[in-house]
């Protein structure tokens, strides 16, 4: 999997672009090791852009 980084100009809330960031390990990770690490960040990203308006 290539990752490619997100445009500069995009503006996120804080932690979206970390969680993101999980993804470049992925490659390195077992297969078996990934459904843990999309769980994580789907969490990750809920906490994130659930922040945006207090939801």
Known sequence: MTSQPLSAAVQSPAGIMESLGALQDLD??????????FTT???S???ALSSIDDV
Request: charged share 10%.
């Open 28 to 37: 390195d990770l077992p297969t078996a090791e990934h459904v843990a690490l």
């Open 45 to 47: 990203l809920t906490a």
């Open 41 to 43: 960040l789907h969490n």
